[in-house]
């Protein structure tokens, strides 16, 4: 197989783009590198199909070396025949190699290796030749054999029928043909494994689907329930379609032996073929509902970590809880801590709740909080409603969010948290963690498990190699797209940036701490491990302001800085020009032409266009560009408050795939169903919707007994 001619076809892109890029990740370039510094070698592949591409690159690397070793295996057999080279050469999957390298697999002992092992495999080729006049039954007594354990004709055709029943369930082309008709025609169902219990998974206590239409969040929860022993699942054809499909294959016809062969296949389907291909297809379905779940926890995550920050604000951060109290911390606009403290705010005692309001007003006062982030677990409808009236009651104005504080205590309890915050016990480290997530949701929510964080649904039940794989590449996305200071960046943060592992990233705070702040992108190679190849990759998503070089806190690469300075120049404007940002840079370069500028500076279009928006606004966040996150500050609803037809501005907190979870200030987060999210035809909220999105609902219906809140986007509709 040409892998990457086969790449270029499967992605529909030119073979000069694959090429490139598969060069790129083989000489060691990181995702983010290649999307970002070189887009004339790839024609702009962004990141995200840079990971696909890599990923299919991996599973055909992985295809082509297990045909080799396939191949390796029948050949020392002395059993390969042209026939059996083609088939592997032409198979396109791992499942199609193993189903031809079944008959040639090592088997451990079955009823047909054991009559093979007593000689009866002339036998079953007597039988299957299938001839009229044959008499397989006088054929069958030459095998009598009582030392062999051969004590009849009947033990003999026996044997024989058990090797034929093996060699049918070792048919390559019948098993793919058998594959193809269950997705076709096969139908999942599921029953109780006890019908009194009750569970979750009622729903499905009597259920049927076709398996060419089930949805993968369907397929995850019955594999669930049955993991937890509610459900018992099965996957079959209805009718006798599949056996009479494999017993018309080999009976061809109704002699004697015509018979003993229909009865081999009918038990080579029941005892053999159907219990494997069921296993194939609830394998493969789970297999597709994972990469299904793993894409939209992807998605959920990458909007998740790219929330725009509540910037420069004074933050304070409260962990809601009952007994042991609401934990608070108030930090500067940089992250650093002030102060913490504890309220008993949520007990229902009017002399704690007064004393509370005390504390808090104190902290917002002394401190000049702008902005208070309220945890959004336990305790924090009450927390949210203390905090609502306190408001009310002071000067200052100063607004809240509830955030998720999915992951917190994840953090909290991790030596990480304990390194950062020695002085704070674990419960004031989740106070810390709420308040920056408001602030820089990347920057704290870096430091905890991507699957801790809570977007998405089934995220335990999803292949760890691969969910971390996939997760960690979008941390990976998005913390080098934003870009990190250089001299505030935490090493768990550096940790993500291209090139730079655990170890270089806590060998450049290290650093920092010994000489103080770096004033140069250079000053990196001084770094202990930190050689020119990992420089090459992270110099570009490291900025360093303030410095000597004004280009160091831009996402220009060191590389192109003589081509930024050429540009510069062309354009009218001097390097100092550029630390407030050349407003009229895009200008000139349209004006001069990028063609024209291309040739002059040596670097292609797409570099010269990045570089001129870099020049623009230096040191630029990309998230600044989104809208801002929804600050509240005047009154909250109870669920008993909502009523049908309201129409309310929220933000949605989970996307999955039936629907998308929108906070609109109450407790319990409302659910617009695929079905509401717009007025054309979806086939997965996330064409239409995104985690952080400010949205607008109208409450179809409440539930206030199972506290269930029903929503739709669909404005426009009558109520």
């Not at 054991?114 to 009866?120: D, H, I, S």
């Not at 002085?423 to 920057?443: G, M, N």
């Not at 996305?477 to 940790?495: E, I, K, M, Q, R």
């Amino acid at each position: 197989m040409d892998i990457n001619k086969t790449l270029a076809t499967e992605f529909k892109l030119r073979q000069e783009q694959v090429d490139n890029a598969v060069a790129l990740m083989d000489d060691g370039k990181t995702i983010p590198f290649i999307a970002r510094y070189r887009k004339e070698m790839t024609g702009s592949l962004d990141d995200q199909l840079l990971r696909e591409l890599f990923d299919r690159l991996t599973y055909l690397r992985n295809l082509e070396k297990r045909k080799e070793e396939v191949v390796s295996s029948i050949t020392e057999q002395g059993k390969m025949t042209d026939e059996i080279a083609a088939a592997v050469a032409n198979a396109t999957t791992l499942v199609e190699v193993e189903d031809i390298y079944r008959p040639f697999k090592p088997k451990r002992k079955t009823r047909a290796s054991v009559a093979r092992e007593k000689g009866l495999e002339p036998l079953a080729v007597y039988i299957m030749l299938q001839n009229m006049n044959a008499t397989p039954k006088k054929e069958a007594e030459k095998f009598i054999d009582a030392e062999k354990e051969i004590n009849s004709a009947e033990d003999a055709l026996q044997g024989a029928m058990d090797i034929i029943a093996e060699d049918i369930s070792d048919d390559a082309a019948l098993r793919k043909s058998l594959r193809e008709l269950y997705f076709r025609k096969g139908t999942i169902s599921s029953k109780a494994a006890d019908e009194n219990a009750e569970s979750v998974y009622a729903n499905y206590y009597d259920y049927s689907e076709p398996v060419n239409k089930i949805a993968g969040h369907r397929v995850l929860a019955l594999d669930r329930g049955e993991k937890e022993e509610f459900l018992k699942v099965t996957v079959a054809v209805s009718g006798d379609e599949a056996q009479k499909f494999v017993c018309d294959k080999y009976s061809k016809n109704q002699s004697e032996c015509g018979e003993l062969v229909k009865l081999a296949a009918e038990d080579s389907f029941k005892r053999l073929i159907a219990p494997s291909i069921e296993r194939e297809i609830r394998a493969e379905l789970t297999s597709n509902a994972a990469e299904q779940a793993i894409k939209v926890f992807s998605s959920n995550l990458r909007q998740l970590l790219m929330q725009p920050p509540v910037k420069d604000n004074v933050t304070l951060g409260l962990d809601p809880g009952y007994r042991t109290g609401c934990k608070l911390a108030v930090v500067d606009g940089t992250g650093k801590v002030l102060d913490t403290g504890v309220v008993y705010i949520t007990t229902g005692e009017k002399n704690k709740i007064e004393q509370g309001k005390v504390i808090v007003k104190k902290l917002i006062e002394k401190y000049g909080v702008t902005v208070v982030s309220i945890g959004n677990g336990t305790a924090s409808r009450e927390s949210e409603s203390f905090i609502a009236e306190l408001l009310k009651e002071i000067p200052q104005k100063v607004s809240y969010m509830v955030v998720s504080e999915a992951g917190a205590s994840v953090y909290s309890a991790s030596k990480l948290a304990a390194e950062e915050f020695p002085e704070y016990d674990v419960s004031l480290r989740s106070a810390v963690s709420i308040a920056r997530r408001l602030q820089d949701p990347l920057a704290e929510l870096v430091k905890i498990d991507p699957k801790a964080i809570g977007v998405g649904q089934y995220q335990h039940d999803m292949p760890k190699a691969r969910m971390d794989e996939a997760l960690s590449g979008v941390v990976e996305d998005c913390v080098n797209s934003v870009g990190v200071d250089l001299n505030t960046a935490s090493h768990s943060l550096l940790s993500h940036i291209a090139g730079i592992n655990a170890t270089v990233a806590k060998n450049i705070v290290a650093y920092r701490e010994e000489n103080g702040s770096f004033t140069d992108r250079k000053q990196l190679l001084k770094v202990s491990k930190l050689g020119q190849k990992a420089y090459e990759q992270c110099a570009g998503f490291l900025r360093v302001s303030g410095g000597k070089n004004p280009l160091d806190n831009t996402a220009v690469h060191p590389e192109s800085y003589e081509a930024a300075k050429k540009l510069l120049d062309e354009c009218g404007f001097k390097l100092a020009d550029i630390k407030s940002g050349a407003d009229k840079i895009a200008e000139k370069a349209e004006e001069l032409g990028y063609n024209k500028l291309s040739a002059d500076t040596g670097v292609g279009v797409p570099t010269l266009k990045d570089i001129v928006k870099e020049l623009q606004k230096p040191g630029r966040d990309p998230r600044d560009e989104l809208p801002p996150p929804l600050l509240r500050s005047g009154d909250i609803m109870e669920l008993k408050d909502l009523k049908p037809g309201m129409e309310l501005t929220g933000t949605v907190r989970n996307v999955i795939d039936f629907g998308a979870f929108v906070d609109i200030g109450v407790h319990e987060d409302g659910l617009v169903h695929i079905s509401q999210i717009c007025n054309r035809y979806i086939k997965h909220p996330l064409e239409a919707v995104k985690v952080g999105e400010i949205v607008k609902v109208r409450v179809l219906d409440v539930d206030v007994k199972r506290k269930r809140i029903s929503l739709t986007m669909r404005l426009d509709e009558k109520k």
